[in-house]
């Protein structure tokens, strides 16, 4: 007896299969039913640093300009100390939406390094308000442990006193001729057409795909996990030693920093959802898996990211230890996706840059 079944008869059952695929497919993967087209590393380029970081970058000088004033009125004496850190608070949290992940001008510059120096060293700002510096050629001399966000928070909390002006303008002009330079860096690599140079282009997109995992990897250990991990393992009873001093302040960052890298990685989700348009929107993550036809990859990156957004959302003002942990671990999940398939779907090998550990 002939069992072989005649192409109507298959093109029929095709139909089927995925009209039921489509029916039974959960609500929050309907997107990866539409139709995406293939995005090349120069449209991705163009999306990132074209349209999503400058504004990022302007937001940020802005929010830098205004701490700046407000210290002004602080040292005039017509703001108070708790004005200048509401100030700070903004342009902190603007600063974390443009650096997470550090790429282009941020990783040239290596204004981690010059603007977020970790953990404040209250012994080498004393030395610095010691010496008094008058200008912004004086602060040259004082080392990145003694400015930036960490030592005005510092110099705020009143432990060193009544906030030393003008000590405490500097500070704030030095995060704000940073977020200046920044802004005109990011500028400048929007104008850039990235379809001029393949190398260029290729070493930009592998650094984009490579300090996301970074970006990642430095909110999940460096912020969260390491310093629980370290206060667990002293054994003294102090509280784990936070970029911040405030559990309020450390959640507000850590949320700031995931939804930045969330952005960069996640369609919006929802069946709605559109391809993203080259040369009009950012082109994240997920929609390039989808591009590639890594369909079913790029539903589980999406699950894993849905997962950790929900736990990073949820999590208190002021977390337990094992609440924290319990985060890395979600967090991990993606770093494992990430490193284990997401890299390779993308035909970029992981490694190390310059900006690792700033």
Not at 68 to 89: F, P
Request: aromatic share 6%; glycine share 6%; charged share 20%.
């Amino acid at each position: 007896m002939n069992r072989t079944m005649s192409p109507t008869r298959r093109q029929a059952l095709a139909l089927l299969a995925g009209t039921m695929t489509l029916a039974t497919t959960p609500a929050w993967s309907q997107a990866a039913v539409t139709a995406f087209p293939y995005y090349s590393g120069e449209q991705a380029l163009q999306g990132l640093y074209g349209h999503h970081l400058p504004p990022l970058a302007s937001a940020f000088e802005t929010e830098a300009q205004a701490l700046t004033a407000v210290a002004r009125q602080h040292c005039a004496g017509t703001a108070s100390a708790d004005a200048v850190l509401a100030a700070w608070r903004r342009a902190l949290l603007a600063w974390q939406t443009l650096s997470s992940p550090a790429l282009g001008p941020v990783v040239e510059r290596r204004s981690q390094r010059l603007v977020d120096f970790w953990p404040a060293r209250p012994a080498l700002l004393q030395k610095a308000l010691v010496h008094a510096p008058q200008t912004l050629a004086d602060m040259e001399r004082v080392g990145s442990p003694a400015k930036g966000f960490p030592a005005m928070e510092l110099l705020l909390s009143g432990e060193q006193g009544t906030p030393p002006c003008p000590f405490l303008v500097l500070v704030a002009q030095g995060i704000e001729v940073e977020a200046t330079a920044l802004r005109a860096g990011f500028a400048s690599a929007a104008a850039r057409d990235w379809t001029d140079d393949e190398e260029v282009a290729r070493t930009a997109f592998a650094e984009w795909i490579n300090q996301w995992l970074g970006g990642l990897e430095r909110l999940r250990w460096t912020f969260i996990e390491q310093p629980v991990q370290r206060a667990s393992t002293t054994g003294n009873g102090r509280p784990p030693e936070f970029a911040r001093r405030t559990g309020p302040d450390n959640v507000a960052e850590w949320q700031t920093q995931w939804r930045a890298l969330h952005t960069q990685a996640r369609l919006a989700p929802g069946p709605t959802s559109r391809p993203p348009q080259p040369g009009q929107d950012l082109i994240p993550i997920e929609a390039l898996l989808m591009g590639k036809g890594h369909i079913a990859l790029a539903r589980r990156w999406a699950q894993v990211l849905d997962m950790a957004d929900a736990a990073m959302q949820a999590l208190p003002a002021q977390p337990a230890g094992a609440e924290l942990m319990a985060l890395s671990k979600t967090l991990k999940s993606a770093t494992t996706l990430y490193q284990g398939e997401v890299a390779s779907a993308l035909d970029v090998p992981l490694g190390f840059s310059d900006a690792d550990g700033d």
